[in-house]
């Protein structure tokens, strides 16, 4: 297993590359450049650690789940991506484009948002550092994530409803490249997963890898040993590669779950599970499509998730076999949520239940001795009006 | 710096381009997404734009998700595929209008995961069996797809690639490279879609892009009147004109659309009365 992807062109094995129009390549030419410029700035890196240590409440704590662990005989840690400022992971990766946006000198900012989280997360860094935001975001999306739109709307962000395809995140990509296509000179695309074109995959999953390299510190503190699972969530796929990336090199499973919707025969959103590779939103990977090459439309409970694609390093690790990917249905999910909300009073996000999920179904077939980092991604307040209409409201209280 | 003149000398590209040297105007190529507005309706359409003059067609492989595209051709392509017209129709059409006598160019534009679903050597060698002579593909760099790129090089199939206004000296020394049949000078920064101004950048871009590439230059995005195409003229060899038709032809009744297409395409080169 080798560290050292993507190669220059931004590959990961068959997978990733510049699927783009000819308008966009130099800009991408041109954030790869800052990029690697700012990293190797410790003036930069300094900044961004100030902000992620003052402004976003990092390093969010490793906690251990003990009612959890009881419930289901193994050890489980939880990451808690939920404590980060806005609530999600998606700030992470936010904050550090923004500062990326300010040093290329772009005063305006786009990005797609699907659960609303990676929204609310630009909106914020947007009025902390006095850029101009528009983010765009599906109708399906914009009804069942609405406190996240007002979140965004009150952060002085300007949201667009996009009615075509799906109306959810595809299609709210779409439209984000579109503009990205219009205003390419003077506007930032903060892409809120390890998607789209190189040097997004890797950019993204630099920034949130500081959720696997903190979790790593505080394991080995805690405990004095490696966990044997590290498992998280897949949409596009970046609080995951967060997460595994640190532990890619160690004798650690690295887990993913995908959402499963209606179920693998029916509606879902399980892109490794049942997909086959593709080129969308810039770059080869794993896609829902049909025998055409049609992308299809994905359905999930949780927004985050209900996406047809995921970022080109999961395809590449799934190929490699060095992750393993599974899926949880919507119903299960649900489950998920309960669970961790009586069990250790945090209530996660509907993206983070599918994990949740997952662990409570395989417990079984662990050993009492198995230590699970399990990532929390984000919290689930903006999922409250879902849950409460699917479970009932009497359900819940 | 480019392959295409030595191993063809006469495809119907370059033919085309021949052929307009002596006339002084630009070549002027409709673009119609296939299998649209009904499922059967390219045939008819593309022998009318044939007979009513027009030097080529460009034909979309509609495509699910079209992130270069503005509304009207989103919409189309939405349609195109609802009614079922996929990478197979679309080269079976191709098929039928060249038994059907037609003879000048067919160029199939699309998006690169229709094509790499079907398997682009394939793709190569079955659009070059069914009479297609050129391929654009909107989200395909140069240099990003060997497979495609070598079958269409050693077929024969001129593999048409982009610039635009954001393209550097870097990367139109790049794209040079690669480049086959034409080079395709997309208008302005942004979607397809009508527009009622060109771009004022648009004689400088040129400009700066035939200083790198001697191949014959289109221009599209954006283009939707006469005037629009005079000053394609004065700039370039061919006029591509993408929305404006296919606005057109969706706004026609049926039993009028050949008329609005003859209509279209005349008025487009100048030969209505209101603008000779
Ligand atoms: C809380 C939370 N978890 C997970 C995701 C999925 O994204 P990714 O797979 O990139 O982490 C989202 C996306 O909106 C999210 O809001």
Known sequence: ?397 | MNFSSDLNTSDRISEMFRKLKNESRPALIPFVPAGWPEFDATIDIVKTVEKAGADAIELGLPFSDPLADGVTNQNAYYEAIQQGTNTSTVLETVSLLRKEGIEFPIIVMGYFNPIFTYGSARWVKDAKEAGVDALIVVDLPPGESNELESAAKNSGLHLIYLVAPTSNPERLRHVANYASGFLYCVSLTGTTGARSELSSELPDFIHRVSEYVDLPLAIGFGISERKHVEEVGKLADAAIIGSAFVRTISEASLEERSIEIVKFIRQMKGEDSDFS
């Open chain 1, 1 to 397: 297993m080798k560290t050292s992807q993507p190669d220059a062109g931004g590959h990961f094995g068959d997978f990733g590359g510049k699927y783009i129009p000819e308008t966009l390549m130099p800009a991408v030419a041109e954030l790869e450049e800052c990029y690697f410029d700012a990293k190797n700035d410790p003036e930069f890196m300094n900044t961004l650690a100030h902000f992620l240590k003052n402004y976003v409440g990092r390093p969010t704590p490793l906690t251990f789940a003990s009612r959890l662990s009881d419930f289901l005989g193994i050890k489980i840690y939880l990451k808690r991506e939920d404590l980060a400022h806005t609530g999600a992971h998606k700030i992470n990766a936010a904050l550090a484009q923004g500062l990326l946006a300010k040093r290329m000198g772009k005063r305006r900012v786009i990005a797609e948002t699907g659960a609303g989280q990676h929204g609310v997360a630009t909106a914020t860094v947007c009025a902390l550092l006095d850029l101009d935001c528009v983010i765009y975001m599906g109708e399906e999306d914009i009804l069942r994530q609405s406190l996240n739109v007002f979140r965004m709307k009150l952060l002085g962000a300007e949201v667009r409803a996009v009615d075509s395809g799906s109306r959810t995140l595809k299609d709210a990509t779409n439209e984000a490249i579109r503009d990205w296509v219009t205003n390419v000179r003077d506007t930032y695309y903060i892409i809120g997963s390890v998607v789209g074109p190189h040097p997004y995959p890797m950019m993204v999953r630099d920034f949130q890898s500081i959720i696997g390299k903190e979790a790593r510190e505080q394991i080995l503190t805690e405990i004095g040993q490696l966990p044997s699972i590290c498992l998280a969530c897949v949409g596009g796929g970046s609080n995951a590669i967060g997460l595994f990336y640190p532990f890619l090199e160690d004798d650690v499973r690295l887990i993913g779950i995908e959402a499963a919707g209606q179920g693998l025969n029916a509606k879902h959103a399980a892109t490794i599970s049942k997909g086959s590779p593709g080129i969308l939103h810039g770059a080869r990977s794993f896609l829902l499509q049909d025998n055409w090459g049609q992308v299809i439309e994905a359905h999930s409970i949780s927004a985050g998730l209900d996406y047809p694609g995921v970022g080109p390093e999961h395809s590449w690790l799934k190929v490699n076999e060095r992750a393993e990917y599974y899926s949880i249905t919507d119903l299960e999910a649900l489950e998920g949520l309960k669970l961790l909300s009586e069990t250790e009073g945090i209530i996660p996000a509907l993206e983070t239940s599918h994990a949740v999920a997952f662990l409570s179904k395989i417990a079984s077939e662990l050993n009492s001795d198995d230590v699970v980092i399990l990532n929390v991604s984000g919290r689930g307040d903006k999922d409250m009006s879902t849950v409460a209409n699917t479970l009932g409201v009497a359900d819940g209280s």
